[in-house]
């Protein structure tokens, strides 16, 4: 009885320095070359049926492919990776059913040039994850968080010129967290969108930068 106990003791405490090892694993910083996040390209998107970004700032796509190995070396899980890196600065949808009604896409391809949006370069914050249940089954999402003020700013005057030119409906200068989707337990990332990211919850490591 004495011998099944210690067992079981071991046992117990070999799981746990292992969940913690784990754990540990996941919390340390990525790290991704400087030059991958100094390269950023602005991207016009015509509308399509299946289409995220009308304006898009897009990376090079070594910036997703790092990172989407560091993601399954930590977490040894099977997931499909977009077939680009970009943040979404402007929804297809945003444009569809608010915007269309009162700015042309040309009017709001010369606001974004105007604003100098080809010159942001966002900050990274982290490496994070969010997860939900669907149906039954458990979906997740591993993104990279950005901040930019400068983007932010952008859709603060793209709202106002929507009210100038007698928009009605609600545009929200930022509706969503500014993320560049690396991987997913599914195929379609359209539909995590809007993205509302908490970084005290949803950030999982520290991305950091090599120069």
Partial sequence: MKKALIAVVALLALSWLFWRSVQSSLSEPYVV???L??????VF???????????SLRLPDQFRAELFQQIFSRTMESMRSPVVAAIPVVLQSEFREVLSSALSMERIH????????SDVKPEPVCIGVMRRHVAGNARQLYF??????????FRTELEREYMLAGGVRMFKPSPFSLVVPL???GGNFLDWWPVDVNPETDCQAPLELQF
């Fill in 33 to 35: 070359r400087s030059e």
């Fill in 45 to 55: 998107e015509e509308e399509t049926p299946l289409g995220l970004g009308l304006i």
């Fill in 37 to 42: 996040v100094s390269q950023w390209r602005l």
């Fill in 183 to 185: 991987a997913g337990s």
């Fill in 110 to 117: 010369t606001v974004a040039t105007e604003y100098r949006l």
């Fill in 144 to 153: 990279a968080l950005f901040r930019s003020p400068e983007i932010l700013h």
